[in-house]
C-alpha cells in the first residue's frame, strides 16, 4: 500500500494541514510506503521543517517538476497571472500517481487526474485546509472525492446539505494544525498595552475589503497610533501582480504597500512569511478585523473581540457563508472602525463571546486525542490497514477557550 500526501500550491500554507496526518501515520507503523511530494522548493522547505527527523526516515519526500519543454513553455507565458505550475505538473508526473494506492490533498485541483487524466483507480482524500464558511468549500466538486476528512459536525453537515456528499465518505477528525507546537511568540511590535489588531483581509475580490477600502483601514491606524496593527492578509494576496478567482469570475489588482504604511511605528505588514501560516499572529492578536478568511476560527481558538468589513453591501444576516460575522460587529467603511473596535471589546463577554464558542464547537471536534492521530486513523480504515492505536494528547501548546 503506498499512500501520497501531495503538496501544490505555490504557498505552504497547506502543509499543516495534511503533513501532520502523514507523521501520525508513518509513525503508527501500518506497514504503508508513505511518501510526501511537493512541487517547489519552498513546499519541501517547509515539510522539512515540520516533519524534522521522519522526513528521509519514515516519510519519504520527493520534489515533482515539470520534465516536458511544452509545458515549461506554458509555465513561462502563465506564471505571472494563473497558478500555471499547479495545474501543469498533473500531466507531467502521471507515472507518479498511478504507482500511488492513495492519494491525500488539501485542495480540489487534483480531481483532474480521475477526470481528465483517467485515474480512476487512484483514491483521493480531502483534508480540506480550514473550517471557514465560504460556499465554495461545499461546492460539488466535494462530492468526487473518495473520502472526505472533516474539522467538525458544520463541515459534515453542510458538505452532506449542499455538495451531497454521502454520510458515510466523511469522517469528522478535529484539526490537524492545532497539533502543531505553537511558535514562539513574535516580537513585531511592542507589547506597551495597546491593543494588537490583525487585519487579514482574504485574497477573493469579490469577498475581500482589501481592493475597495483596505488603503483607507491602513490610514486609519497609520492615524490611530493608540492601537498597534498586524497587517498579515491571506498569503495569496500579494503573490501575483493580479487576483483570479474562479469560484465567482474576478480579476484584480492588489497593488503595493505605500512608504507611509511601512515606516509606521504601530504597524508590522506580513504579506505572506511563514508566519503568516503558523498562527502566530492570530495567537498575538487582541482583536481581529477582517472579511471572509477561515483564519478567523483559528483566532477564535481563544475567544476574543472581532470586526468585520462588508463593504460589498452584502445581505449576510441569515446566510451560513458568513456565519463568522455574528462574533463581532460588521461595517461597510473604515470610517466606522473607532466605534466598531469600541463595540467589539465593551460587548465582547455579554454579547460575542457566547456566539464564539458556539461557532467554535460547532466547526471543531477536538478530543483528548490529537487531531493529526484521529485522521490517521480515517485514512488507515478507509486503506483497509491495521487500527492505528489511541494515543492521548500531550498538553496542548495552543488551548481552546483558553
Not at 111 to 136: E, P, Q, V
Not at 145 to 164: M, N, P, Q, W
Not at 198 to 216: A, D, E, F, K, T
Not at 359 to 379: I, N
Request: proline share 7%.
Amino acid at each position: 500500500m503506498r499512500i501520497g500526501f501531495l503538496f501544490n500550491h505555490d504557498q505552504v500554507h497547506q502543509v499543516a494541514h495534511s503533513l501532520p496526518i502523514a507523521l501520525a501515520l508513518a509513525r503508527a507503523r501500518t506497514g504503508a510506503e508513505i511518501v510526501v511530494a511537493t512541487t517547489n522548493p519552498r513546499l519541501s522547505a517547509e515539510v522539512r521543517r515540520l516533519g524534522r527527523d521522519q522526513i528521509g526516515g519514515s516519510v519519504s519526500l520527493v520534489e515533482l517538476g515539470l520534465a516536458r519543454r511544452t509545458t515549461r513553455a506554458a509555465k513561462a507565458l502563465l506564471e505571472a497571472a494563473v497558478p500555471a505550475t499547479k495545474l501543469l505538473v498533473y500531466r507531467d508526473n502521471l507515472d507518479f500517481f498511478r504507482g500511488l494506492d492513495i492519494l491525500v490533498v488539501a485542495e480540489k485541483t487534483s480531481l483532474i487526474l480521475k477526470s481528465r487524466y483517467g485515474l480512476k483507480n487512484l483514491k483521493i482524500i480531502h483534508t480540506r485546509h480550514g473550517a471557514g464558511d465560504r460556499a465554495i468549500g461545499f461546492d460539488p466538486a466535494s462530492a468526487a472525492f473518495d473520502h472526505v476528512l472533516v474539522s467538525g459536525r458544520k463541515i459534515r453537515d453542510r458538505l452532506i446539505a449542499e455538495a451531497h456528499v454521502a454520510p458515510q465518505s466523511i469522517s469528522i477528525v478535529g484539526y490537524p494544525k492545532f497539533d502543531l507546537s505553537a511558535t514562539p511568540r513574535l516580537h513585531p511590535l511592542i507589547d506597551d498595552g495597546r491593543p494588537i489588531v490583525l487585519y487579514n483581509p482574504h485574497v477573493s475580490p469579490h469577498l475581500s475589503s482589501w481592493y475597495s477600502i483596505g488603503r483607507q483601514v491602513l490610514d486609519w491606524f497609520v492615524e490611530h497610533e493608540d492601537h498597534h496593527l498586524i497587517f498579515a492578509p491571506h498569503v495569496m494576496l500579494f503573490e501575483r501582480p493580479f487576483v483570479l478567482t474562479i469560484d465567482k469570475l474576478r480579476v484584480d489588482r492588489p497593488g503595493r504597500i505605500a512608504e507611509r504604511y511601512l515606516r509606521a511605528p504601530n504597524i508590522h505588514i506580513d504579506l505572506g512569511s511563514r508566519a503568516s501560516t503558523t498562527m502566530a499572529y492570530t495567537q498575538r492578536a487582541d482583536i481581529y478585523l477582517g472579511d471572509a478568511s477561515s483564519q478567523v476560527y483559528e483566532f477564535l481558538l481563544r475567544p476574543r473581540p472581532c470586526v468585520f468589513l462588508n463593504p460589498h453591501k452584502l445581505a449576510w444576516q441569515g446566510d451560513p457563508n458568513f456565519a463568522h460575522w455574528r462574533t463581532g460587529p460588521v461595517i461597510e467603511g473604515a470610517a466606522g472602525l473607532g466605534p466598531a473596535l469600541d463595540a467589539a471589546r465593551s460587548e465582547h463577554g455579554s454579547r460575542y463571546a457566547p456566539i464564539q464558542r458556539e461557532l467554535f464547537d460547532y466547526s471543531f471536534d477536538l478530543t483528548d486525542e490529537p487531531s493529526s492521530v484521529r485522521a490517521a486513523r480515517a485514512v488507515a480504515r478507509f486503506a483497509g490497514l491495521p487500527d492505528v492505536p489511541r494515543v492521548r494528547a500531550p498538553e496542548p501548546a495552543l488551548t481552546a477557550h483558553a
